[in-house]
């Protein structure tokens, strides 16, 4: 297997830092040459004049590919700007609750890899590009983005197979080399920014034009280093980002955009609290107590063989439901000694010393765009993403994967005028995707309770991990597979008010996976499953535009998603089946239903969105329980954005959310770790925090069937305001109502209100901010796989911080 180690701390960007200086800055001033300029896509962005924090952008090309603006386009999707991250401090994919709808996350351990949209996993993309699958193998950068879109609901025809929730699509911050080109000289400037819990942040980034012989070359790069602490103990977190894109014509019909992004990311996942009460969660009581050992060996670490050997012929731990188990149910060598209490800190989590998440991406494009006519464009885009990734946790979970993606997309677009009343927009979008897999991990012997967070980690619940033996895994699986797509979409805007879109999408794919049973803990023979399947995607949209500025929409899509794991993998379960016949399970349909109004009013000063929606997956065998399970989501959001005058501007969003699980509802069953709230008539839980209780939680109704950790009700607002002078302010607030750990309700998380705000300084030269989340301190939590480990683990959050930047511009 791959080798993998932590990297060279803060080399990369320090030499990318020297090279921008010596080149000479940025393009980021290229918005100032006019009200509107061409975006990285050949296409017209509108930008509001009068805005001058920046915070009303309103291009939405990325739901569908056309020139619609995001009134315009009949889905449910909001944008947020490089301004508006700096503005609120949006750092991490968390954050976009306070400017977005439907974007609250659940905890993925900690680490915050891609957006749950209305409460089902979403994917990532990349210049419009799917990328390698990541769901917590590292946090995805989007400070390093020009622009962020969250789209909600599956993903247009054009796209290929995605996920039922949504996607959030990544703008690099290089993706302005094309404005850079229309630059006298080249610009930059460089950034510090340093914060609570020694967070340490570089940036430096340089573009403008450039030629290769006679040719006009627009380029911009980007570069970040990060060394910083953590408020959780035992945490740390090291990181490079180097982003470099060109844009270049080749004639005046004919031009190449390409470039690429390299990521290093060295740091851990934060399981949060184990042993997980309700009085833990109102007054932070925690139960302390040391498990029984197993490590017969002395080496510091208990292996599979230490587990198996010592459970022997213990009583079984699996109960149904949780509720039947007694006193009498539990093996005294499941108790903990030396059983106490005492206050437990938000800081003190379930990470040990050498715990660690390490992770390489690199990411790379290659767009080819050329103007047939003023009508026609044809244009390929080609992607590679490769993805390694190294999973360590002492208390018992570690993972490996070694991933790449390579993608070819021939976009034919063309306009028609077919009748006065009548005017069209086509794509037509051939494509191919090979994904290449190999991902192991290792969970058979999981176990949370056994670690005791007032000490340090110890020989007592220290996991000998699969990663470090290289063997004893509980999956092993290597793989391909290609999709083979032709997407078709279609515009229509009929007698200037009548917009209808409609579309389609075939796929077929080629799919082979190998479980490499002698890598296993329970060796067995190899098995592949070979197979290949299809799938049709369809959309159908129809939009009106009043007279007096709204615009109603109604949505119907359905969508074809791959199941995927963690790394990208696809199971041979999913493809074959024991005895060799087809299982049909790699590919499931998602349906959505949505129906809206939008408007754009006062001279684009008043944007407002509303939408109702219903979206569900429509088989409950194939899924991913970790990254992809079978939902429906029905609800609705409320976002609006208001610039009060040229100074003044708030935002606000609103979401009702209500989420079942299909699987439990159909089968009557949801598989659990059983915590202190699902055994009531077990009168103390350390009896069996030595070990792990798992038991079915039985469903027998719709009320029953709804998914835990996302609260029903969520809303945010945020004001900015800017005094002249260079000198401005912003201040925001979220809501969230109360919501239970797991899915068994046993353990119910309090509600919460965040405020946070910050201050400004701006010239031409130089940029001084202040800023602070939480200011009042609140206390709160975030579920961690709630149908799964939601009785068991919890995220405590973060307390009250404060984060200063200084920025030079050149």
């Not at 494009?365 to 009508?375: E, K, L, Q």
Request: proline share 4%; hydrophobic share 35%; charged share 20%.
């Amino acid at each position: 297997m791959t080798v993998h180690t932590c990297f060279s701390r803060n080399k990369l960007a320090l030499v990318v830092s020297l090279a921008c200086a010596a080149l000479a800055p940025s393009v980021f001033a290229a918005e100032e040459l006019a009200s509107t300029t061409t975006g990285s896509s050949g296409v017209e962005e509108m930008l509001v004049t009068a805005d001058k924090m920046g915070l009303m952008t309103k291009e939405g090309k990325s739901a569908f590919g056309f020139n619609k603006t995001i009134e315009e386009t009949p889905r449910s999707l909001s944008t947020v700007s490089s301004d508006m991250m700096e503005a609120y401090n949006i750092t991490d994919i968390d954050d976009l609750v306070l400017v977005s709808p439907g974007a609250f996350t659940q905890s993925f351990f900690g680490v915050a890899g891609s957006l749950d949209v209305r409460g089902t996993p979403g994917e990532v993309y990349f210049r419009g590009m799917r990328r390698v699958n990541n769901p917590g193998n590292y946090p995805t950068p989007i400070g390093a983005s020009s622009r962020i879109d969250i789209v909600r609901g599956p993903a247009s025809p054009i796209f290929g197979p995605s996920k039922i929730g949504g996607y959030l699509n990544f703008e690099p911050k290089s993706a302005r080399a094309e404005s850079g080109q229309y630059l006298n000289k080249a610009e930059g400037q460089f950034s510090l920014t340093r914060g609570s819990w020694d967070k340490n942040i570089v940036t430096a980034e340089v573009g403008g034009p450039a030629k290769i012989g006679d040719q006009d070359l627009g380029f911009y790069v980007y570069a970040e280093t990060e060394n910083s602490g953590s408020y959780y103990e035992n945490s740390a977190t090291d990181q490079n980002i180097l982003q470099a894109a060109f844009n270049m014509e080749l004639s005046p019909s004919t031009r190449i955009e390409f470039g690429g992004m390299y990521h290093e990311f060295d740091g851990n996942q934060v399981a949060g609290w184990n042993r997980l009460t309700q009085d833990l969660i109102d007054h932070g009581t925690y139960i302390t107590g040391s498990p029984t050992s197993i490590d017969t060996n002395g080496d510091g670490a208990n292996s599979p063989d230490e587990f198996d050997a010592w459970i022997g012929t213990q009583t079984s731990n699996f109960f149904v439901p949780g509720a039947a188990a007694t006193d009498a149910d539990m093996n005294p060598a499941w108790a903990l000694q030396n059983v106490g209490t005492t206050k437990l800190k938000g800081s003190q989590t379930l990470v040990a010393p050498d715990d660690k998440l390490v992770t390489t991406v690199t990411t790379l494009f290659f767009d080819a765009i050329h103007d047939v006519s003023d009508t026609f464009t044809i244009t390929n885009k080609m992607f590679y993403e490769s993805l390694e990734n190294i999973n360590e946790n002492a208390y018992g979970f570690s993972q490996f994967v070694d991933s790449y993606a390579v993608e070819d997309q021939v976009v034919f677009a063309f306009e028609a005028q077919h009748a006065d009343w009548l005017k069209a927009n086509y794509q037509v979008s051939p494509s191919i995707r090979y994904t290449n897999f190999k991902q192991g991990d290792d969970f058979d012997y999981e176990v949370y309770d056994r670690r005791d967070l007032s000490k340090p980690s110890s020989g007592l619940d220290k996991k000998l991990l699969a990663t470090r033996t290289d063997s004893d895994y509980s999956n092993y699986l290597v793989g391909e597979y290609t999709d083979y797509g032709l997407g078709v979409l279609a515009d229509f805007t009929i007698a200037e008010n009548l917009g209808l879109l409609v579309g389609g999408r075939y796929d077929m794919i080629d799919m082979e996976s190998t479980s490499v049973g002698s890598k296993l803990h329970n060796q067995a023979p190899d098995f592949t499953a070979k197979d290949t399947d299809e799938g049709g995607s369809w959309t159908a949209s129809l939009s009106y535009k009043t007279p007096i500025g709204f615009i109603p929409y109604v949505t119907r899509s359905t969508q074809s998603t791959i199941i995927m794991g963690q790394g990208s993998e696809i199971s041979p379960g999913l493809i074959e089946n024991a005895d060799g016949t087809a299982a049909g399970n790699a590919i499931a349909d998602s349906d959505l239903k949505e129906a809206g109004v939008k408007g754009n009013f006062f001279d684009n000063r008043v944007y407002f969105s509303a939408a109702f929606f219903n979206q569900t997956r429509t088989n409950f065998s194939a899924q991913d329980q970790v990254s992809n399970s079978t939902t429906e989501s029905e609800g609705y959001e409320l976002e609006g954005r208001f610039l009060i005058t040229e100074d003044f501007t708030i935002t606000a969003a609103l979401t009702h959310l209500e989420i079942k699980n299909l699987t439990a509802l159909n089968g009557g069953t949801q598989f659990g770790f059983l915590g202190a709230g699902d055994l009531p008539n077990v009168s103390d839980p350390s009896l069996y925090y030595g070990y792990v209780v798992k038991g079915l939680t039985l469903v027998g109704n719709e009320d029953q069937a709804k998914k835990a950790g996302i609260p029903e009700n969520m809303v945010s607002v945020t004001g900015a305001y800017n005094f002249g002078d260079g000198y401005s302010i912003t201040a925001s607030a979220v809501h969230a109502e109360s919501t239970y750990s797991s899915f068994s309700k046993a353990i119910k998380l309090p509600s919460y209100t965040l405020f946070n705000a910050g201050i400004s300084y701006n010239t031409d030269t130089w940029g001084v901010s202040l800023q602070g989340k939480n200011l009042t301190n609140e206390r709160y939590f975030r579920a961690n796989f709630p149908d799964l480990f939601g009785s068991t683990i919890v995220l405590p959050e973060l307390p009250r911080s404060f984060v200063g930047k200084v920025t030079f511009k050149f």
